[in-house]
């Protein structure tokens, strides 16, 4: 009897300690939580200073979903986003990786492509297609794209970068894709998305000039066409893809239609009653008044049909029942616009293969000679031999508005930071107001009008600015940094050479991102 009361207490003494360990346990946990998340919630942008400066993982997630965002002001409002934008990098970047891992190497069997497909678009609630392409980007993020996969982990890549960088290499072969990222290397995380296809382009036809000349060939030839698919709210979209010399061509004729539109309504009733004062509309009027109202649209092929840009113009503008008026080819002027061609000397007598531009955009060497063969005139243009910043653009008549014609090719876009609007869209802007300010190149540079508004509201302003169009800025929320001037042909990474990659931006803005 003794013996069994001996034990008895022996377990309610063993009792009573595991529950004062307990209780020890709970009171040291609530003060390192005190000690742990009391400074962040009575301080939300330490836990933000945290998450931004600390390497990026699955602790980012778990630190942003502490961030009290009513606690907040707008800079720490907008540096949350950024924790957020981490976050997601990273998560669709574990996505992809998961995928791959899933689906493992191509092997080359249908079977086995259709059963992954399948699984895939079903996990995913997408499409078969969608499915096809996120287990292609995949498998290319685990091999020859793995540079870029590792960067979005990190935070330095968005979707944008990666769709863009995945795009741009697509045709490419495996072991010149995995060059490209590598040549690139920090550049590949330190240019906006917008501007990054332009530096993949022209770092593929610096690499490999021959096979990227190849690769456009075929792309010229069979990757152009039109397509249709509808849209909301009884619209519709006619998607049209050609040669960059006819796009250009086409898309002056029609900005030169939508202007003659655009002056014609303000004198007549009719007309201001059924198009809106807007480019958009007007566009969407000259289009249909330069296809379906054509002659040419009634009429059997022909062959060679004068070119749309070489169509003799009439400056009659006959009404529809509804008042719009239904227009001819052209007005009173030719189109306003010109597909510029650059290309360095050497390259044009064939004595190098360097990249060359077209409408901005690097293009191979062999394609910019037979362009600029068929150029109607040549022009001058001195860069510096290092940076390649524009030193000097020649004219091939008289201009009298120099200033802007240099400021315009200088730029290519509007230099506010992101933005990717061409220059000849843009508008001068003064850095330092005029008459206070003087008309020079060290005190203008290309803004669109959104961004040239904005800049007059006061949500940025240039801190300092030069004559190459090096800019550096801040915003009213206190981003800040730097627009670099752009190089027209001179790679500025080349030897010789210590200056950061401006490469001229895409205009276009890219399709949805893989929805990793």
């Not at 979707?159 to 863009?164: A, D, E, K, L, P």
């Not at 022909?302 to 749309?308: G, L, N, S």
Request: proline share 8%; hydrophobic share 35%.
């Amino acid at each position: 009897m003794v013996n069994n009361a001996s034990v008895i207490e022996q377990q309610l003494s063993a009792v009573r300690d595991a529950a004062s360990a307990r209780r020890a346990v709970m009171h040291v946990k609530s003060h390192l939580d005190a000690v742990v998340f009391a400074p962040y919630f009575a301080c939300p942008s330490a836990l933000i200073t945290s998450a931004l400066r600390s390497p990026l993982g699955p602790q980012t997630a778990v630190d942003f979903a502490h961030i009290d965002p009513s606690r907040l002001g707008a800079d720490g409002l907008l540096r949350r986003m950024q924790v957020a934008d981490l976050v997601s990098s990273w998560a669709q970047a574990q996505a992809a990786r998961a995928l791959a891992d899933y689906v493992g190497p191509e092997l080359n069997d249908l079977d086995v492509d259709r059963h992954h497909r399948l699984e895939v678009r079903i996990a995913r609630k997408c499409s078969d297609d969608a499915a096809g392409r996120d287990i292609v980007a995949a498998r290319r993020l685990a091999s020859d794209a793995q540079r870029v996969r590792d960067a979005w982990e990190r935070g330095q890549l968005n979707s944008r970068h990666v769709f863009i960088a995945m795009e741009r290499t697509a045709l490419a072969e495996p072991e010149l894709s995995q060059a490209v990222f590598e040549e690139l290397g920090d550049r590949l995380t330190s240019v906006t998305s917008s501007r990054l296809g332009a530096v993949i382009t022209k770092t593929m036809c610096r690499l490999d000039p021959k096979g990227q000349a190849r690769r456009s060939r075929v792309a010229r030839r069979h990757n152009v066409g039109v397509s249709f698919r509808s849209l909301p709210d009884g619209l519709g979209q006619v998607i049209a893809t050609h040669r960059i010399e006819d796009a250009r061509s086409l898309m002056d004729l029609i900005d030169t239609r939508a202007d003659q539109l655009l002056e014609h309504r303000r004198g007549c009733s009719p007309c201001a009653d059924d198009l809106p004062d807007e480019i958009g509309p007007a566009r969407s009027a000259a289009h249909l008044s330069l296809t379906l109202d054509s002659p040419a649209a009634e009429q059997p092929i022909a062959t060679h049909q004068p070119a749309p840009s070489q169509t003799p113009n009439t400056a009659t503008l006959p009404h529809t029942s509804k008042g719009t008026p239904r227009g001819r080819r052209g007005g009173g002027r030719k189109g306003r616009g010109e597909l510029q061609v650059v290309i360095d000397l050497n390259t044009l007598l064939g004595l190098a293969d360097n990249p060359g531009l077209a409408g901005g955009h690097p293009i191979p060497a062999e394609i910019a000679r037979e362009l600029a063969a068929e150029c109607g005139s040549l022009r001058r243009i001195i860069t510096d031999p290092v940076s390649g910043h524009l030193l000097d653009y020649g004219t091939r008549t008289y201009l009298p508005d120099k200033l802007k014609k240099f400021i315009a090719a200088r730029d290519g876009t509007c230099r506010s930071p992101g933005c990717g609007q061409p220059a000849a869209r843009s508008q001068l802007d003064h850095i330092e107001p005029f008459p206070a300010g003087p008309s020079n190149t060290d005190n203008t540079h290309s803004l669109c009008k959104r961004d040239h508004d904005s800049k007059t509201k006061g949500d940025f302003r240039v801190l300092q600015h030069d004559s190459s169009g090096r800019a550096r800025w801040r915003t009213r929320d206190g981003q800040h940094g730097v627009t670099e001037p752009r190089a027209y042909l001179t790679d500025p990474r080349s030897p010789g050479s210590n200056a950061t990659d401006p490469n001229p931006p895409d205009i276009a803005q890219p399709p949805e991102p893989y929805p990793f």
